[in-house]
């Protein structure tokens, strides 16, 4: 048993608690990371922590990004899976291709066509606008502090749903082919079916996919840090993006490490809440 046992574990202390323990040791330190000397600081790293204002902004976008995977993502990526296993629809497998390719696209690839499609001269969305006679509406969309975050928040709709679409595709085919049969029988319509017999036998997936979006959500660098730098005036910044800047741009690695504790601590208490809830939950078996 401990042979099944053992690399999970290795691989959770080596990546996970060790990291997180570094970081919460670096937290009580002032340092540049250019060399081994060090300053004790003990919380004042904390204090500056909860006294910041970026801090707030970031959490707050942070918590957007986890409301849209949760409550946009995830049901749209319900909805389109159910329609694309149970419902009569030509060209079923082109569909599956195409909601799944914005997920095997390369995430510099995507931050920088969707630059390029928000670009306020030459950009596709605002070219279009005044292609049909809609130019007042044409916006430098990531650079209005206003219109940012929608902006970003569309972008991670339309790159991450398809990968929630497989995931359900596979659970829906795992369900025996009889109640589907008793569904039909019962005049079940499509949307009756999902709400009330599929979504409880899939409660187990959902809470998973969820956890899932949640940590993803959560340190979410890469797709906005390439689109907006966590601008403009940090009105696009996570705590992923500032704790890169305050590491590897001010050389605050005290300060960074700080960040990254709490966005550990942030993302652990939000999964372990979302778990806890789910838990007590009936769960039906097929």
Known sequence: MIFFVAPAFIFTVVFIAYPAFMSAYYSLYQWRGMSEARTFVGLENWQRLFSDP??????????????????????????IALVLARAKVFGRNLYRTAYFFPVVLSVSVAGVLWSWVYNPQYGLLNEGLRAIGLGQLAQPWLGNSKLVMPAVLLVTVWKFTGFYVIIFMAALESIPQDIYDVATLD?????????????????????????????????????????????????????????????????????ASTIAFFLFLLTLALVVTQIQYTRSEETVEF
């Open 54 to 79: 970026v801090i707030l902004s970031c959490i707050g976008h942070n918590l957007a990004l986890v409301a849209v995977a949760v409550f946009i993502e995830i049901p749209l990526a319900f909805a």
């Open 187 to 255: 005049g079940t319509s499509l949307w009756q079916l999902g709400v009330h017999v599929l979504i409880p036998m899939l409660r187990e997936v959902i809470v998973v996919t969820v956890a899932i979006a949640i940590t993803a959500s959560i340190k979410r660098f890469d797709l906005i840090y390439i689109m907006t730098l966590g601008g403009p005036v940090h009105d696009s910044e996570l705590l992923a993006t500032y704790m890169y800047k305050q590491a590897f741009l001010s050389f605050d690695m005290g300060y």
